[in-house]
């Protein structure tokens, strides 16, 4: 019998480049097609076929509450109710800007054309260069490990007065998971000190899931710019920066650096975002969290060491990736090691037993404060199962 979601992804083939809108959506690093989601709610997904999932995706991570949380889905309505975009100044967007600078003491000011290097999708698909960018602009941009201070000291000495910025995700979660070794960010902090360069946080993943002032709280260590996203949107398309006022203040109309969108601090975003993390804090989210974590931690690595599996994971706090290589993994030279196929069979498995895990091995999975404790036990039991399995 062919499914709903078989039929749909037929038909968007016919009219959308390889039937899907975000390329590592197509299922292709799994060597299957992918299944259509009817709704959403909680911790769970449901498929247009009626089957249930643990969902660890979380719409790739902004859906920290976990899917359609009332408090959001309310903001929204009452926001919609008002109208759904302005293209003009609304009281939202300046509460959000506030929030976002009391929270994150290195966004002094807050805004809602590169690309040398692209996602996990152009890893597995092992295109890392995207068409269409000119060679000039990826001439004029380093592409240095992460965790290797020696390349980056080597590389402001090549390069003496010419490097402008350093960026860098202080957690990296879009190749995998990795975590920073010892004192690299706070060492690549003092070098573009040193070197007249700014630093340029990423926190796009990480900002206020890992804590209420995101990767540079943890880790101590006070950008001059910062990107942010995700959860700021509440689940709305929303993407944002900030830093230092002197940097921003370059920006229209105050400077000569030119930026706007006729949807920028769109007020149903706004209010989705500013719900999200107010109920965040209401309920001290990122201790959750952090306890959630912990707990589908000790599953994981208790499953692997049973099954004597090859698989290394690497977590923090909320975040986890189960790598099929040998560790540590610390870079994305490791994470490339993995064995691809192995999770493919892997990703099917533990879909069919009712666990949606990222179909990409450089992905990050994500907890949200919606996943229960008994939620945690059966996906690690289905990891344990599987694990044995293969």
Same mark, same amino acid.
């Given at each position: 019998m062919i499914s709903r979601s078989s039929e749909l992804f037929a038909r968007a083939e016919t009219r959308i480049p390889g039937g899907v809108n975000s390329p590592v959506r197509a299922f292709r690093n799994v060597d299957d097609a992918p299944f259509f989601v009817a709704r959403a709610d909680g911790s769970k997904i449901w498929d247009v076929d009626g089957k249930e999932y643990i969902d660890y995706v979380g719409s790739w991570g902004p859906a920290i509450l976990g899917h359609a949380p009332k408090v959001v889905v309310d903001a929204v309505h009452e926001a919609a109710t008002r109208g759904l975009s302005?293209? #003009?100044?609304?009281? %939202?967007?300046?509460?959000?800007? &506030?929030?976002?600078?009391?929270?994150?003491?290195? /966004?002094?000011?807050? =805004?809602?054309?590169?690309?040398?290097?692209?996602?996990?999708?152009?890893?597995?698909?092992?295109?890392?260069?995207s068409a269409g960018v000119p060679?000039?602009?990826a001439d004029l941009t380093i592409s240095l490990p992460f965790n290797n201070i020696d390349l980056v000291r080597k590389a402001f000495v090549e390069n003496k007065e010419k490097i402008a910025a350093v960026i860098v995700e202080p957690v990296p979660?879009?190749?995998?998971?990795?975590?920073? #070794?010892?004192?690299? %960010?706070?060492?690549?902090?003092? &070098?573009?000190?040193?070197?007249?360069?700014?630093? /340029?946080?990423?926190? =796009?993943?990480?900002?206020?899931?890992?804590?209420?002032?995101?990767a540079q709280e943890i880790y101590g260590v006070r950008p001059d710019l910062t990107a942010l996203g995700k959860v700021i949107g509440g689940g709305l398309p929303v993407g944002a920066f900030g830093g230092r006022a002197e940097i921003m203040d370059q920006l229209s109309p105050d400077g000569p650096v030119y930026q706007a969108g006729t949807l920028s601090g769109n007020p149903l975003a706004m209010a989705a975002g500013l719900a999200q993390l107010r109920e965040l804090e209401r309920i001290n989210g990122w201790?959750?969290?952090?306890?959630?974590?912990?707990?589908?931690?000790?599953l994981a690595r208790n499953a692997i060491k049973d099954a004597k599996?090859?698989?290394?994971?690497?977590?923090?706090?909320?975040?986890?990736?189960?790598?099929?290589?040998?560790?540590?993994i610390v870079d994305l030279a490791n994470a490339r090691q993995s064995d691809l196929k192995m999770f493919a069979q892997f990703f099917h498995a533990c879909l069919r037993r009712g666990v949606y895990f990222a179909p990409s091995q450089f992905e990050t999975g994500f907890i949200s404060t919606a996943h229960s404790a008994e939620d945690l036990e059966r996906t690690g039991s289905v990891v344990r199962e599987v694990l044995a399995s293969l």
């Open positions: 302005f293209g #003009i100044p609304n009281p %939202l967007e300046v509460e959000m800007a &506030e929030l976002i600078c009391d929270w994150v003491p290195s /966004i002094e000011k807050h =805004v809602d054309g590169l690309l040398v290097k692209a996602g996990s999708g152009a890893l597995t698909h092992g295109r890392a260069d060679r000039a602009f979660a879009n190749a995998g998971l990795y975590l920073p #070794i010892g004192d690299f %960010l706070s060492i690549l902090r003092n &070098e573009c000190l040193v070197n007249g360069a700014l630093l /340029i946080f990423d926190e =796009v993943i990480t900002g206020f899931r890992l804590a209420r002032g995101g201790k959750l969290l952090d306890e959630l974590g912990a707990q589908f931690e000790q599996a090859g698989v290394t994971f690497n977590s923090v706090g909320s975040m986890f990736c189960l790598f099929f290589a040998p560790g540590p």
